[in-house]
T-cell receptor
Framework: AQKVTQAQTEISVVEKEDVTLDCVYETRDTTYYLFWYKQPPSGELVFLIRRNSFDEQNEISGRYSWNFQKSTSSFNFTITASQVVDSAVYFCALIKNSGGYQKVTFGTGTKLQVIP | DTAVSQTPKYLVTQMGNDKSIKCEQNLGHDTMYWYKQDSKKFLKIMFSYNNKELIINETVPNRFSPKSPDKAHLNLHINSLELGDSAVYFC????????????FGPGTRLTVT
């Protein structure tokens, strides 16, 4: 079974606060790929980051950082010094491939509201 | 230049009708996808094609039929539309099916009355 859990349905923070969005996944495979996507109010889906299961290095991109921990099956996303433009729904996703078959699972999303 | 485009952007139709949504990508990608996003924002994959061959076919009513005339296009045809089909449908593409990131189209909002 493959599952992605984003337990936080909605989060509200005041501008400039740091916020962490949680993502916990389940898979029996050793090779898989994890993603974060952003969906702003305008509705498009924007790719943020990809990680394969063999690369546990944390990544920082500007105010965004990601913490991948296989030991806890988590791939959390932190926004530092949040801004109003960060207000969006954020999705965590898991892809695994097996032979000629692919399985894609998205989490239910976390709606982040940044209050000015 | 739009990387992944979908037409139409909005589609309003009556129950029982048949409709199609078109998707095109100009990224040279091998793999394309269709997703359905419901009113609660849940995003669920429906189909995926790699080089015109089906590689994902989730549990979707057979009223939905994808068609890939070439690897740059993946169209979605829906027969006998039902109220529950109302949703936003997203097309996406990725370089290949080896777990690369997906680039999404702008979505098609389908409303069935």
């Amino acid at each position: 079974a493959q599952k992605v859990t984003q337990a936080q349905t909605e989060i509200s923070v005041v501008e400039k606060e740091d916020v962490t969005l949680d993502c916990v996944y389940e898979t029996r495979d050793t090779t898989y790929y994890l993603f974060w996507y952003k969906q702003p109010p305008s509705g498009e889906l924007v790719f943020l980051i990809r990680r394969n299961s063999f690369d546990e290095q944390n990544e920082i991109s500007g105010r965004y950082s990601w913490n991948f921990q296989k030991s806890t099956s988590s791939f959390n996303f932190t926004i530092t010094a949040s801004q109003v433009v960060d207000s969006a729904v954020y999705f965590c996703a898991l892809i695994k491939n097996s032979g000629g078959y692919q399985k894609v699972t998205f989490g239910t999303g976390t709606k982040l509201q940044v209050i000015p | 230049d739009t990387a992944v485009s979908q037409t139409p952007k909005y589609l309003v139709t009556q129950m029982g009708n048949d409709k199609s949504i078109k998707c095109e990508q100009n990224l040279g990608h091998d793999t394309m996808y269709w997703y359905k996003q419901d009113s609660k924002k849940f995003l669920k994959i429906m189909f995926s094609y790699n080089n015109k061959e089906l590689i994902i076919n989730e549990t979707v009513p057979n009223r939905f039929s994808p068609k890939s005339p070439d690897k740059a296009h993946l169209n979605l045809h829906i027969n006998s539309l039902e109220l529950g089909d109302s949703a936003v449908y997203f097309c996406a593409s990725s370089q290949d099916w080896q777990g690369n990131e997906q680039y999404f189209g702008p979505g098609t909002r389908l409303t069935v009355t």
